[in-house]
C-alpha cells in the first residue's frame, strides 16, 4: 500500500464523522429507468457494501425492508404488498418461500453475483403467481466479467462491519473460452454476531452464518442458441427460535428458547433461447428449487420442493402501420412439502394431529402482445390457470382467467403518460408450509378452495428534459397512482387454546391446523409516488416520496398477539416515506454518496402508534488509479445512531418490539486478478 491509500485509510474515517456538504453530492452517469419498472443500480449498490438482497431496495421510497430481528425475519414489502404475494425469482426458481412463523428464509443471495434486479409493478399474463408485481434476479455470466480481453481472473472481496462484529468475503473465478463458452464459479460468506440497536442494546438470536455458492455454465450466441445451466445454493444458520425464527419480537434473554435452525435454498436453472427469425424466439426456463429446514437440536427437517418448466416464443410482426410482439408459452409447476417431524405443541388441546404431505400443480397457458402504433403502445394479454391442491385436509382445485392491458402514449419527445391494468391468481405461497403439514387428525376444509386472486391498477406520467439549465443536464420526473386489490385469500385455522390461555388462530406457534379456508375481506392498498431525479457531469440526486394506505389492518384474523396477521403475508401498516439519495465523483476515482430517508409516524386508533424517524447513510469507494486491481469501499449506516424501527415491524401483546440496527461502520477491499 502506497503512502497516498495510507493517508486515505486515515482520512475517510474523520471525514464520514465531520460535516455533510449536501451541495457537494452527484452521480458517475445517467440512468433511465424504464416505466412500470424499478431497476437497481447494481454498481451503487456495490459502494453501499450490500451483504443481502434486502439491502438492495434501501434506496427506493416505494420499497420497504421489514423484519426488526434477524435475517430470516426479513420481509420486503413493493408499493405497500408484502413478499409473500410477490413472483420473486432468481434466474428463473422461485426465491422466498414461507416456512414458518413470520417469513423464515431469506432470499439469501450474494448481490456482487446478481447482473439485474428488476421490480416489475405492471401486470404481465406470463408471470405466474404475482399477486403483487414481481422480483426478478438474473446473476452474472462469465462475459460479463471480461474486459480489455481478460478472458480469464477473478474477483476477491473481504469486508468487516462494526456493529455486528461481522466478517464477509467472497471468490469469483471466470473463464471464457472461444468467445463462446463461459464458466464462473462464486464462494462468499457472512459471520454476524448480535446486531446492537440505536439505544446499545443487544438483540438477541439475530446472529448468524449464512454461506453462498454459484457455479455457472453459459454459451453465448452460438449459432443462434444462448445456453445458460447454473447451480444456487444459499445456506442460513444460527441459534433462533422455532416457530418465531429471527422473529420480530425476539428472546428478551440470550438463552430463551433458542434452538440451531439451519434453512438451505438450492436452485437448478437450465435458460435456452434459439432465435432463428422474426417468428422463431424459443425461450426454454427449467427449474428446480429445494428448500430444507434442520432443527438441530429437535432432529427434525422440514422439505419443500419446486418443479417447473416454461416454454415461450416471440414472434415478430411488423405491418405498415404497426409493430407487434407477440409472446405465446406454457408453463407447469409441481410443488411438494414433507416432514420427519414428530407432533409437539405447549398448545393445551386433546386433539390428535400428524404432519401430513403437501403437493400442489399448476398448468398454465398464456400470451403476451406488444402492438406499437406511432406514438402509442398497448400491451395486452391473458393467462389460463389450472391449480390442483392436496394436503392433510383433503383435495381442492380451481381454474381462473387472468386478462391485462397496458397502454403507454407518447405526448412529445420528452413526455408520456402511461396507464394499466392487471389480474393474476395462485393457490400457495402465502401460508408457511411447515403449517400447512401440521393437520389435526380427520379434519376437512369448511368449503371448497378457490384460487386466490388480484387486480392491479396503476396511471402515471413521465417526463425527460434534457439541457434544462446547462447543455449536459437531465431531469427525469416520475408520478404515479396505484391500487391493488386482493381477493380469496388462503389462510389457515387452528383455534387452539395455549396453555397461557390465549388463542394460536392460525397455526402460529406449532398449533395443528383444522381449516385452510378463502378469507371474505378484500384487501386493498392503493397510494401515489413522485421521485424526481438530476444529473448533470458527475453529480446526481434523487428525491422521491411514496404515500400507501391500506385496510390490512382491517383484518378480522388475528394473531397471538392481537396484531394482523395479514401484516406478515399481504401488506404495511399506512405509510408516509421520502428518500433523498445524491452522489458525486468527490475527486479522479473517489466516489461518495449520501442517502436520507424519512418515515412519517403513524398515531392512528385503528392502526398502531410508531414514531416518525429519519436516518443517514454515506457510503465512498475509492480506486488509486484506473489500472488498479484494489477498490476500497467505506460505509455508515444509520450515521446518528437512531432509536427507531421499520413500521411494518410487529410487536408483542405489551406494545413492544425490536428496533433496528444502530450505527454501523462498513469496510470492504476488492481485488481482481
Same mark, same amino acid.
Given at each position: 500500500?502506497?503512502?497516498?491509500?495510507?493517508?486515505?485509510?486515515?482520512?475517510?474515517?474523520?471525514?464520514?464523522?465531520?460535516?455533510?456538504?449536501?451541495?457537494?453530492?452527484?452521480?458517475?452517469?445517467?440512468?433511465?429507468?424504464?416505466?412500470?419498472?424499478?431497476?437497481?443500480?447494481?454498481?451503487?449498490?456495490?459502494?453501499?457494501?450490500?451483504?443481502?438482497?434486502?439491502?438492495?431496495?434501501?434506496?427506493?421510497?416505494?420499497?420497504?425492508?421489514?423484519?426488526?430481528?434477524?435475517?430470516?425475519?426479513?420481509?420486503?414489502?413493493?408499493?405497500?404488498?408484502?413478499?409473500?404475494?410477490?413472483?420473486?425469482?432468481?434466474?428463473?426458481?422461485?426465491?422466498?418461500?414461507?416456512?414458518?412463523?413470520?417469513?423464515?428464509?431469506?432470499?439469501?443471495?450474494?448481490?456482487?453475483?446478481?447482473?439485474?434486479?428488476?421490480?416489475?409493478?405492471?401486470?404481465?399474463?406470463?408471470?405466474?403467481?404475482?399477486?403483487?408485481?414481481?422480483?426478478?434476479? $438474473?446473476?452474472?455470466?462469465?462475459? %460479463?466479467?471480461? !474486459? @480489455? /480481453?481478460? *478472458?480469464?481472473?477473478?474477483?476477491?472481496? &473481504?469486508?468487516? +462491519?462494526?456493529?455486528?462484529?461481522?466478517?464477509?468475503?467472497?471468490?469469483?473465478?471466470?473463464?471464457?473460452?472461444?468467445?463462446?463458452?463461459?464458466?464462473?464459479?462464486? $464462494?462468499?460468506?457472512?459471520?454476524? %454476531?448480535?446486531? !446492537? @440497536? /440505536?439505544? *446499545?442494546?443487544?438483540?438477541?438470536?439475530? &446472529?448468524?452464518? +449464512?454461506?453462498?455458492?454459484?457455479?455457472?455454465?453459459?454459451?453465448?450466441?452460438?449459432?443462434?442458441?444462448?445456453?445458460?445451466?447454473?447451480?444456487?445454493?444459499?445456506?442460513?444458520?444460527?441459534?433462533?427460535?422455532?416457530?418465531?425464527?429471527?422473529?420480530?419480537?425476539?428472546?428478551?434473554?440470550?438463552? &430463551?428458547?433458542?434452538?440451531?435452525?439451519?434453512?438451505?435454498?438450492?436452485?437448478?436453472?437450465?435458460?435456452?433461447?434459439?432465435?432463428?427469425?422474426?417468428?422463431?424466439?424459443?425461450?426454454?426456463?427449467?427449474?428446480?428449487?429445494?428448500?430444507?429446514?434442520?432443527?438441530?437440536?429437535?432432529?427434525?427437517?422440514?422439505?419443500?420442493?419446486?418443479?417447473?418448466?416454461?416454454?415461450?416464443?416471440?414472434?415478430?410482426?411488423?405491418?405498415?402501420?404497426?409493430?407487434?410482439?407477440?409472446?405465446?408459452?406454457?408453463?407447469?409447476?409441481?410443488?411438494?412439502?414433507?416432514?420427519?417431524?414428530?407432533?409437539?405443541?405447549?398448545?393445551?388441546?386433546?386433539?390428535?394431529?400428524?404432519?401430513?404431505?403437501?403437493?400442489?400443480?399448476?398448468?398454465?397457458?398464456?400470451?403476451?402482445?406488444?402492438?406499437?402504433?406511432?406514438?402509442?403502445?398497448?400491451?395486452?394479454?391473458?393467462?389460463?390457470?389450472?391449480?390442483?391442491?392436496?394436503?392433510?385436509?383433503?383435495?381442492?382445485?380451481?381454474?381462473?382467467?387472468?386478462?391485462?392491458?397496458?397502454?403507454?402514449?407518447?405526448?412529445?419527445?420528452?413526455?408520456?403518460?402511461?396507464?394499466?391494468?392487471?389480474?393474476?391468481?395462485?393457490?400457495?405461497?402465502?401460508?408457511?408450509?411447515?403449517?400447512?403439514?401440521?393437520?389435526?387428525?380427520?379434519?376437512?376444509?369448511?368449503?371448497?378452495?378457490?384460487?386466490?386472486?388480484?387486480?392491479?391498477?396503476?396511471?402515471?406520467?413521465?417526463?425527460?428534459?434534457?439541457?434544462?439549465?446547462?447543455?449536459?443536464?437531465?431531469?427525469?420526473?416520475?408520478?404515479?397512482?396505484?391500487?391493488?386489490?386482493?381477493?380469496?385469500?388462503?389462510?389457515?385455522?387452528?383455534?387452539?387454546?395455549?396453555?397461557?390461555?390465549?388463542?394460536?388462530?392460525?397455526?402460529?406457534?406449532?398449533?395443528?391446523?383444522?381449516?385452510?379456508?378463502?378469507?371474505?375481506?378484500?384487501?386493498?392498498?392503493?397510494?401515489?409516488?413522485?421521485?424526481?431525479?438530476?444529473?448533470?457531469?458527475?453529480?446526481?440526486?434523487?428525491?422521491?416520496?411514496?404515500?400507501?394506505?391500506?385496510?390490512?389492518?382491517?383484518?378480522?384474523?388475528?394473531?397471538?398477539?392481537?396484531?394482523?396477521?395479514?401484516?406478515?403475508?399481504?401488506?404495511?401498516?399506512?405509510?408516509?416515506?421520502?428518500?433523498?439519495?445524491?452522489?458525486?465523483?468527490?475527486?479522479?476515482?473517489?466516489?461518495?454518496?449520501?442517502?436520507?430517508?424519512?418515515?412519517?409516524?403513524?398515531?392512528?386508533?385503528?392502526?398502531?402508534?410508531?414514531?416518525?424517524?429519519?436516518?443517514?447513510?454515506?457510503?465512498?469507494?475509492?480506486?488509486?488509479?484506473?489500472?488498479?486491481?484494489?477498490?476500497?469501499?467505506?460505509?455508515?449506516?444509520?450515521?446518528?445512531?437512531?432509536?427507531?424501527?421499520?413500521?411494518?415491524?410487529?410487536?408483542?401483546?405489551?406494545?413492544?418490539?425490536?428496533?433496528?440496527?444502530?450505527?454501523?461502520?462498513?469496510?470492504?477491499?476488492?481485488?481482481?486478478?
Amino acid at each position: 500500500m502506497n503512502r497516498k491509500q495510507i493517508a486515505l485509510s486515515m482520512i475517510v474515517p474523520c471525514y464520514l464523522l465531520g460535516e455533510v456538504q449536501l451541495g457537494e453530492i452527484s452521480i458517475n452517469e445517467t440512468v433511465e429507468k424504464k416505466t412500470n419498472s424499478i431497476e437497481i443500480d447494481l454498481e451503487t449498490i456495490e459502494q453501499h457494501q450490500s451483504n443481502s438482497v434486502f439491502d438492495l431496495f434501501k434506496n427506493e421510497a416505494s420499497i420497504d425492508i421489514a423484519g426488526g430481528g434477524s435475517s430470516n425475519a426479513k420481509r420486503i414489502y413493493v408499493r405497500g404488498v408484502e413478499s409473500s404475494t410477490l413472483n420473486i425469482t432468481l434466474d428463473g426458481a422461485t426465491q422466498g418461500k414461507n416456512i414458518f412463523q413470520h417469513r423464515g428464509n431469506e432470499i439469501g443471495i450474494n448481490p456482487d453475483i446478481l447482473k439485474i434486479v428488476d421490480v416489475r409493478t405492471a401486470p404481465d399474463a406470463s408471470k405466474s403467481g404475482a399477486l403483487g408485481g414481481a422480483v426478478e434476479m $438474473i446473476t452474472k455470466d462469465a462475459q %460479463d466479467f471480461v !474486459k @480489455d /480481453g481478460k *478472458n480469464q481472473g477473478g474477483v476477491v472481496k &473481504a469486508g468487516y +462491519d462494526t456493529n455486528t462484529h461481522s466478517n464477509n468475503g467472497s471468490l469469483i473465478a471466470y473463464g471464457v473460452y472461444d468467445t463462446y463458452y463461459g464458466i464462473l464459479a462464486s $464462494i462468499s460468506g457472512v459471520n454476524n %454476531d448480535n446486531y !446492537k @440497536d /440505536g439505544d *446499545n442494546n443487544e438483540m438477541y438470536a439475530t &446472529a448468524y452464518q +449464512d454461506r453462498n455458492y454459484l457455479l455457472k455454465f453459459t454459451i453465448d450466441n452460438l449459432n443462434n442458441h444462448d445456453l445458460k445451466v447454473s447451480f444456487n445454493r444459499n445456506s442460513n444458520s444460527g441459534d433462533m427460535q422455532w416457530g418465531r425464527n429471527g422473529s420480530d419480537k425476539g428472546p428478551t434473554a440470550a438463552d &430463551a428458547d433458542i434452538e440451531k435452525i439451519v434453512s438451505t435454498t438450492t436452485n437448478y436453472t437450465l435458460q435456452h433461447n434459439y432465435s432463428a427469425s422474426n417468428l422463431l424466439n424459443l425461450d426454454t426456463n427449467i427449474n428446480f428449487t429445494n428448500v430444507l429446514v434442520n432443527r438441530e437440536d429437535e432432529g427434525a427437517e422440514y422439505e419443500n420442493d419446486t418443479a417447473s418448466i416454461k416454454l415461450q416464443n416471440n414472434f415478430y410482426l411488423d405491418t405498415g402501420s404497426s409493430k407487434n410482439k407477440i409472446s405465446v408459452g406454457v408453463q407447469f409447476e409441481d410443488q411438494e412439502s414433507t416432514s420427519d417431524a414428530a407432533v409437539t405443541s405447549t398448545h393445551s388441546s386433546n386433539d390428535l394431529s400428524h404432519y401430513a404431505a403437501t403437493s400442489s400443480n399448476n398448468k398454465a397457458v398464456f400470451i403476451q402482445n406488444k402492438t406499437t402504433f406511432n406514438n402509442l403502445d398497448i400491451n395486452y394479454g391473458v393467462r389460463f390457470d389450472k391449480y390442483e391442491f392436496e394436503t392433510g385436509l383433503g383435495e381442492a382445485s380451481d381454474s381462473t382467467t387472468s386478462p391485462n392491458l397496458g397502454l403507454d402514449y407518447k405526448l412529445n419527445e420528452k413526455s408520456k403518460v402511461y396507464a394499466n391494468y392487471g389480474e393474476a391468481s395462485r393457490m400457495t405461497g402465502t401460508i408457511p408450509f411447515t403449517w400447512t403439514m401440521n393437520v389435526v387428525d380427520y379434519s376437512t376444509y369448511s368449503k371448497d378452495l378457490k384460487a386466490e386472486k388480484s387486480a392491479k391498477y396503476e396511471l402515471g406520467y413521465e417526463l425527460k428534459e434534457e439541457e434544462l439549465f446547462s447543455d449536459t443536464d437531465v431531469f427525469i420526473f416520475n408520478a404515479n397512482i396505484f391500487k391493488t386489490e386482493i381477493d380469496d385469500l388462503i389462510a389457515s385455522y387452528s383455534g387452539q387454546k395455549k396453555s397461557n390461555g390465549g388463542i394460536s388462530y392460525a397455526g402460529e406457534g406449532g398449533a395443528p391446523l383444522t381449516d385452510i379456508y378463502n378469507s371474505d375481506y378484500k384487501y386493498t392498498l392503493k397510494g401515489f409516488e413522485i421521485k424526481g431525479s438530476y444529473f448533470k457531469d458527475n453529480y446526481f440526486a434523487t428525491l422521491a416520496y411514496t404515500q400507501i394506505d391500506t385496510n390490512v389492518y382491517d383484518e378480522k384474523d388475528t394473531g397471538e398477539a392481537g396484531e394482523p396477521l395479514a401484516i406478515r403475508r399481504v401488506g404495511g401498516w399506512d405509510s408516509k416515506k421520502i428518500v433523498l439519495n445524491m452522489g458525486t465523483e468527490l475527486f479522479d476515482r473517489f466516489s461518495i454518496d449520501y442517502t436520507l430517508t424519512a418515515v412519517a409516524g403513524i398515531d392512528n386508533d385503528d392502526q398502531i402508534t410508531r414514531a416518525g424517524y429519519v436516518t443517514h447513510d454515506i457510503s465512498t469507494k475509492y480506486q488509486t488509479n484506473k489500472k488498479s486491481p484494489w477498490t476500497y469501499y467505506l460505509a455508515v449506516t444509520n450515521l446518528t445512531d437512531k432509536y427507531y424501527a421499520n413500521h411494518t415491524t410487529l410487536e408483542d401483546t405489551n406494545g413492544e418490539y425490536r428496533r433496528d440496527m444502530g450505527r454501523n461502520y462498513k469496510f470492504n477491499i476488492k481485488y481482481e486478478f
